[in-house]
């Protein structure tokens, strides 16, 4: 661990994407003592007004209010969580099931590869956003179902990445002797295979991480997502498009957080790449 982090610490861009993604997490889990307002509460009169306001009870709307009046910076909060909570359970259903697969698949070999290869190639002829759209239109909008559906869409990546990464060490000497000693395949795939696939899983779980949160906006954004009660940066961005012009604020703040977040995980992910790579 104090190599991993000393040689993070040589990549600033890496550095600068980590400390973020960390800044991030603690607001999301902060969120009912960092909000200076409550999301949820409207307030026709004090709707549209600009940042750094203050209003007739002394608060200051410090990022503005929305259409209806709810201040933006509390909706920036809140979103976070959720955004969070939505990327971060997508990738662990998803990643649980692709690592899985891609063990199983490019360790067996066989009519059992083939035909998750062939599941695979199914899935990937449809596209990424539509079916989720798709399946959130079948499901119907909550947490968890938009969880589900993330889940069940981008678990081929995991696989994928895992199954290559099998294929290329299963046939190694330190392998096959431990095949000839007689143990057992669940051993030699969780126990000798599974940590030397585990580098490779991590940094395509980083960069999985900024795309789930775009297409969980994405599908708030549609109105397919989380349910419009719920304060997300999807469905800020779709409340702040109509008001571009007189109420730039609504969607700009929840925009520029979507775009931090992803460039940071990018960022981040490409350090990992680098630091955990063998050679």
């Keep these: 661990m104090k190599r991993f982090f000393n040689q993070l610490t040589k990549r600033k861009t890496a550095l600068i994407g980590f400390i973020f993604l960390i800044f991030v997490f603690l607001i999301a889990s902060l969120t009912p003592f960092l909000a200076p307002m409550d999301p949820f509460v ?71 590869d083939s035909v998750f290869m062939r599941l695979i190639d199914m899935q990937l002829a449809f596209p990424f956003l539509l079916l989720s759209l798709t399946m959130v239109s079948i499901l119907g909008s909550s947490i968890m179902n938009v969880v589900v559906v993330l889940s069940l869409t981008s678990w081929i990546s995991y696989a994928k990445v895992v199954r290559s990464s099998v294929l290329s060490i299963k046939y190694l000497e330190f392998i096959e002797a431990t095949r000839a000693t007689g143990t057992s395949k669940l051993a030699i795939l969780f126990r000798h295979i599974l940590p030397h696939v585990l580098s490779p899983f991590i940094v395509v779980a980083s ?10 906006s994405s599908l708030s954004f549609l109105g397919l997502g989380v349910p419009s009660s719920e304060p997300t940066w999807g469905a800020m961005l779709a409340d702040g498009r109509e008001y571009m012009t ?34």
């Design 42 to 112: 409207q307030n026709i009169e004090r709707r549209l007004l600009p940042p750094m306001t203050m209003n007739a009870d002394g608060f200051t709307h410090w990022l503005g209010t929305d259409q209806l009046g709810r201040d933006v910076l509390s909706r920036l909060i809140y979103g976070s969580r959720i955004s969070i909570m939505i990327a971060a359970g997508a990738v662990f259903i998803g990643g649980a099931i692709g690592l899985i697969v891609g063990l199983v698949s490019g360790y067996s070999g066989g009519w059992i």
């Design 246 to 279: 007189d109420a730039w604020w609504i969607a700009i703040y929840p925009g520029l957080m979507l775009m931090l977040v992803a460039m940071s995980a990018n960022l981040f992910g490409d350090g990992l790449r680098d630091v955990l790579d063998p050679q």
């Design 207 to 216: 960069f999985q991480v900024a795309t789930l949160i775009i297409a969980e």
